[in-house]
């Protein structure tokens, strides 16, 4: 069994910066691919940016340029910079099922977790 804890989301004024962390404790395949998922209000869950365990990564267009996303051992990262009002949401950690091709995609993911709020102010 996985669990995983994020941190590191808050308030922030539109252009400002965020880190968030996702501490992973359990095991994990060394093919298992991770990634960060957002929802706002309303709003359907969406990939923000994935991980392979080969350090590749894919980012969502609207996030592109802004979000950067890493991983050390079991944690996972999104350092996310010039953030919008609408990056407005709360930010999820995911775990995708082992030698899953790298997607956006929820349909791989296998543990998710709590969650994070991150809130941009215009």
């Known amino acids: 069994q996985v669990q995983l804890q994020e941190s590191g989301g808050g308030s922030v004024p539109s252009g400002g910066s965020l880190r968030l962390s996702c501490a992973a404790s359990?095991?994990?395949?060394?093919?298992?691919?991770m990634a960060w998922f957002r929802q706002a209000p309303g709003k359907e869950r969406e990939g923000v940016a994935a991980?392979?365990?080969?350090?590749s990564a894919m980012y969502a267009d609207s996030v592109k340029g802004r979000f950067t996303i890493s991983q050390d051992k079991n944690t996972l990262y999104l350092q996310m910079t010039s953030l919008k009002p609408e990056d407005t949401a709360m930010y999820y950690c995911?775990?995708?099922?082992?030698?899953?091709?790298?997607?956006?995609?929820?349909?791989?993911?296998?543990?998710w977790g709590q969650g994070t709020q991150v809130t941009v102010s215009s």
């Open positions: 995911a775990v995708r099922r082992p030698c899953l091709l790298m997607s956006l995609s929820s349909a791989g993911v296998e543990y």
């Open positions: 359990g095991y994990i395949y060394s093919t298992n691919g």
């Open positions: 991980i392979d365990s080969d350090g």
